[in-house]
C-alpha cells in the first residue's frame, strides 16, 4: 500500500519561506513522478511543481515559477517543495501525489493516484 505524509505546513507572513516535505512508503516503484498540488478555498486543484523520481526531471507552474522549487532525497523517498518569497494568493490546502506519467503531464492531477492528507499553507499579508 503506497502511503503519502506531508508536513511543513503553517501560517507566515507575506514574503516569508517555507519547505515543505512528503516521504513515500509502501509500493514506491509504481510511481515516477512525485508532485505538489494546491487547493485554495472555493477553487480548483492546482499542479504547483512535480519531479521525476529517477530522471529528475522537474516542472514547475508558471504561477510559481522562479518562487517555489521541487527537489529529492531518493534516499530517503522524500520530495521537498522549497517555497520563497511567499503571497496571499499561495494561502491553500498543499498536497503531494504520486503517479506513473510523463514529464508533460505531471502537473495534471488527474494522473495522479496516490494522495496524501494535505498540509495547510495560510500567507498573511
Known amino acids: 500500500q503506497v502511503q503519502l505524509v506531508e508536513s511543513g505546513g503553517c501560517s507566515v507572513q507575506a514574503g516569508g519561506s517555507l519547505t515543505l516535505s512528503c516521504t513515500l512508503s509502501?509500493?514506491?516503484?509504481?510511481?515516477?513522478?512525485m508532485g505538489w498540488f494546491r487547493q485554495a478555498l472555493g477553487k480548483e486543484r492546482e499542479g504547483v511543481a512535480a519531479?521525476?523520481?529517477?530522471?529528475?526531471?522537474?516542472r514547475h507552474a508558471d504561477s510559481v515559477r522562479g518562487r517555489f522549487t521541487i527537489s529529492q532525497d531518493k534516499a530517503k523517498n522524500t520530495v521537498y517543495l522549497q517555497m520563497n518569497s511567499l503571497k496571499p494568493e499561495d494561502t491553500a490546502l498543499y498536497y503531494c501525489a504520486a503517479a506513473s506519467t510523463a514529464l508533460a503531464r505531471a502537473l495534471d492531477y488527474g494522473e495522479y493516484k496516490y494522495w496524501g492528507q494535505g498540509t495547510q499553507v495560510t500567507v498573511s499579508s
Open positions: 509502501g509500493y514506491t516503484s509504481s510511481s515516477n513522478y
Open positions: 519531479i521525476g523520481t529517477s530522471s529528475g526531471l522537474r
